[in-house]
């Protein structure tokens, strides 16, 4: 198995991290698996399908890797950080929680905030460029708050609210101390000023929640018992109106009828769901505005995708039926998520030896899955570096590796909320592209990527708006298509289109 060293990482830290793994992938590019040391921890690196498979396939290779250790002061054992019986149980109760029908109801949380979102640009329509990653992830934050806890916390109006401002530190702080090795020991870092702050961040994070479960459950009694009228037609003290169905109401039911979860149980959940759904689905949709902003075509057939749709009506809400015809943008979140994937590493624990591609990992190897070069293979991913959303139409998928294209992991521990962050992601796009015409500013070769909690550009993603003019379109052209040969013919046609995606699309950023 080929080696590197992993000391070069500690020198700048996050800055480094994605830079010195992707520079270890093209030394290793033949065989796409490597080895490197974390600290004192030996890490396997795989990005070739076939290697992934084995790893994310398995039923006995489920525990996450060493680092989600470190999120245990703040998300305890919940869904994204148990193992064993214990996530096998929490796997079969939640997984109910994100059946369609149920997350068609909060397609009208996702409305409402992005509306929100896009009344927020238009003061800088058509003037100065505007970074949108901050105005995206308070966008995020507002509905996954509503929609994992049923309350608005209205940070799209107030981005400095302490709760906010703890949830992104505590965010920063996981981050420094997965590279700084010496930080790991829990009693030590507590010790330090950074595992301070560190603590008070934590504690008005958790009193919150709990505060909202508490007061929540007070409600269902009062229903139970008829003393309060049904939940919908009641206000809710922290939002002030009508209060909608959130997961923790199905928590909640799960704790009153059998008492299956207590109620920090549920603490966990809902702080998972809010580190979860928060800034990976922001950054989502941040790399799909950012690319398509530099694509004209690209931004065109989207834009008459919408029209055919929509007309010139750019305040009706989006219906689960509208993101069913939203074929092509749906492509285009796709193709964003396989050139910046939310998430650059998946990791996994190994409790025992496995063979991978020949080679025998040991057991208490970490596992890396590298999915930002996963989805750079050139055999499966012609001229990977161009933006070409035509790969995801379900023609040009056909016979491609399941595991090749993992944005939201793999297996049987794959995202159990993926379903729900698409449509966020569609509902999101579709209604700022309704409104505007979008430009990106910075090239791909001027972006410097970071590897934090997600893949981040160094210096934001600036794009300039500008608000379209109507569409004369009257809504009813359903046989919009967008469709390149398949079989044979068919790579030869992405490596020629690619051309109209992007003249020059070199790593440089690397």
Not at 99 to 120: C, G, K, M, T, W
Not at 403 to 414: D, K
Request: net charge positive.
């Amino acid at each position: 198995m080929n080696e590197g060293s992993g000391h070069r990482c500690r020198s700048n830290g996050e800055k480094m991290l994605l830079q010195t793994m992707c520079g270890l992938a093209e030394i290793y590019d033949s065989e796409r698996i490597f080895r490197f040391w974390l600290g004192f921890r030996p890490v396997v690196a795989f990005f070739k399908a076939e290697s992934v498979e084995v790893i994310l396939s398995s039923n006995t290779v489920i525990d996450k890797s060493f680092d989600y250790t470190l999120l245990h002061p703040w998300l305890g054992t919940g869904l994204l950080t148990s193992w064993g019986g214990k996530w096998r149980l929490r796997r079969k109760m939640l997984t109910p929680a994100f059946h369609f029908r149920i997350l068609e109801d909060f397609v009208p949380i996702f409305n409402e905030q992005a509306q929100i979102f896009a009344s927020l640009l238009q003061p800088h329509a058509d003037k100065r460029t505007v970074d949108i990653v901050p105005y995206i992830t308070m966008c995020t934050l507002d509905i996954i708050c509503e929609t994992a806890m049923g309350v608005k916390v209205g940070a799209q109006q107030d981005s400095n609210s302490r709760y906010v401002r703890a949830l992104y530190e505590v965010g920063e702080t996981f981050m420094a101390r997965i590279m700084r090795p010496w930080l790991w020991p829990t009693k030590l870092f507590f010790m330090s000023a950074r595992g301070r702050r560190f603590q008070e961040n934590l504690s008005h994070l958790h009193n919150f929640t709990r505060k909202v479960i508490q007061d929540r459950k007070a409600e269902l009694l009062k229903e139970k018992n008829g003393e309060l009228e049904i939940t919908q037609n009641q206000p809710d003290q922290h939002m002030g109106v009508k209060r909608r169905k959130a997961f923790l109401d199905l928590l909640l039911g799960h704790h009153l009828q059998n008492n299956a979860l207590s109620l920090e149980d549920i603490r966990e959940e809902v702080d998972t769901f809010m580190f979860e759904g928060h800034d990976t689905t922001a950054m989502g949709i941040a790399w799909s505005m950012y690319l398509i902003g530099l694509h004209e075509d690209a931004q065109k057939k989207i834009q008459e995708e919408l029209d055919s749709i929509f007309g010139d009506d750019r305040e009706r809400h989006i219906t689960t039926d509208d993101l069913k015809r939203m074929k092509y943008l749906e492509c285009a979140i796709k193709e964003a998520q396989r050139l910046f994937p939310s998430v650059p590493f998946i990791g996994r624990e190994l409790m025992e030896d496995v063979v991978v591609n020949g080679y025998t990992v040991p057991r208490g190897t970490t596992c890396f899955v590298f999915t930002y070069m996963l989805h750079r293979d050139k055999q499966i991913f012609p001229n990977p570096e161009a933006f070409i959303p035509e790969r995801f139409l379900p023609e040009n998928s056909i016979g491609r590796h399941p595991f090749s294209y993992v944005p939201f992991s793999a297996g049987p521990r794959n995202c159990i909320g993926q379903k729900f962050a698409l449509m966020e992601e569609k509902v999101v796009c579709a209604t700022l592209l309704r409104r505007y015409q979008i430009q990106s500013v910075h090239h791909r070769d001027k972006i410097h990527l970071l590897a934090e909690l997600v893949i981040r550009s160094k210096q934001g993603l600036r794009v300039r708006f500008r608000e379209r003019p109507p569409s004369h379109n009257v809504g009813h052209n359903n046989s919009l298509r967008w469709s390149c040969p398949a079989g044979p013919a068919r790579q030869h046609w992405l490596s020629e289109n690619s051309r109209l995606f992007d003249d020059d699309m070199r790593l440089h950023s690397i």
